[in-house]
């Protein structure tokens, strides 16, 4: 499966902004799929996960009632809904998903990765 993140920009501290990832190549509904950011001198860190049915979804507590993650299974994407934006936000973020069901914030449970989409939040 291919993945494409896009929705990245520079807003100010406040703002939201929504990411989308787009799958394609075989459907992205047999996938569990997460969002994670990484940035300069960080390691990659969990942001949002989504399990393939959907009834499911899970936010660390740095972005829990700012973050939402949702998917669209008749476009083959998965959105991550961002409010409230923190300079401390700024990072580049990837969609991912994982065959079998993952430990959700590990990354190296997810075994496609989109190209990442930089996120810059300015106080």
């Known amino acids: 499966v291919q993945l494409q993140a896009s929705g990245g920009g520079l807003v100010q501290a406040g703002d939201s902004l929504e990411l989308s990832c787009a799958a394609s190549g075989r459907t992205g509904s047999t996938y569990d799929m997460g969002w994670f950011r990484q940035a300069p001198g960080k390691e990659r860190e969990f942001v949002a996960a989504i399990t393939r049915s959907g009834i499911r979804t899970y936010h660390p507590d740095s972005v829990k009632g700012r973050f939402s993650i949702s998917r669209d299974y008749a476009k083959n994407m998965v959105s991550l809904q961002m409010n409230n934006l923190k300079p401390g936000d700024t990072a580049v973020y990837y969609c991912?998903?994982?065959?079998?069901?993952?430990?959700?914030?590990?990354?190296?449970?997810?075994?496609?990765w989109g190209q990442g989409t930089l996120v810059t939040v300015s106080s």
């Open positions: 991912a998903a994982a065959v079998t069901a993952p430990t959700v914030w590990d990354p190296n449970g997810y075994d496609y």
